[in-house]
């Protein structure tokens, strides 16, 4: 099957402007995580989903981050008055077991 | 902060020769894992250690695990140019949120031919 799939792979935004950026899961995965990386850094953990729980939401940055995940699948992440510090490869992954399934990011330009 | 650190942060080595990474951490884990990033996008597992294993091999890779020092190390071996990539050790913690899997900052192995 498909892999994770993430959209867009690049959005280059102004300054102030509301982005959202999607993540569609591997089927059957209940685990969803959103990373953060900036350049030549680690992942900076944003928010994890696990079925029906209340996601952690504690790695997000700022009341300007949000996410959503409906039906226990897709999930959206959405980036509020960007700021050029958001400029960063944002990384989804999915997981049924230990191990996780990234995917191939959405590389975010805040001009 | 819980991450994991790698070491070094770069390495660069001739084609055949071995690789060897090192990762610390901070806290009680329940397993750690090895993943590879090449140009900066989608991470792909390639090993997990549970807390209670010293050492793991798959194919050219050899994981060993050291909780009384919290470090591990990943070593490649007959190193290839298509192993030229980042490495990232991930822990994820015995403690209260241990569905976390946190991050280190990386090594950049870059072999050349």
């Known amino acids: 099957g498909a892999g994770v799939s993430q959209s867009p792979s690049n959005k280059v935004t102004e300054k102030g402007k509301d982005v959202e950026l999607r993540c569609d899961p591997i089927?059957?995965?209940?685990?969803l995580y959103w990373y953060r990386q900036s350049l030549g850094q680690g992942l900076e953990f944003l928010i994890y989903f696990q079925g029906n729980s209340a996601p952690d939401k504690s790695g997000l940055p700022s009341d300007r981050f949000s996410a959503e995940r409906t039906g226990g699948s897709v999930s959206t992440l959405t980036i509020q008055r960007t700021q050029q510090e958001d400029s960063a490869v944002y990384l989804c992954a999915s997981s049924f077991s230990e191990k996780l399934f990234f995917g191939s990011g959405t590389q975010l330009s805040v001009l | 902060s819980q991450q994991g650190e790698e070491d070094p942060q770069a390495l660069s080595i001739q084609e055949g020769e071995n690789a060897t990474m090192n990762c610390s951490y901070k806290t009680s884990i329940n397993n750690l894992q090895w993943y590879r990033q090449n140009s900066g996008r989608g991470l792909v597992h390639l090993i997990l250690i549970r807390s209670n294993e010293r050492e793991k091999h798959s194919g050219r890779l050899r994981v060993t695990l050291d909780t009384s020092k919290k470090s591990s190390s990943l070593l490649i071996t007959a190193s290839r140019a298509a192993d030229t990539a980042s490495y990232f050790c991930a822990t994820r913690y015995s403690g209260g949120s241990n569905y976390k899997l946190t991050f280190g900052k990386g090594t950049l192995l870059t072999v050349n031919p």
């Open positions: 089927s059957g995965h209940t685990a």
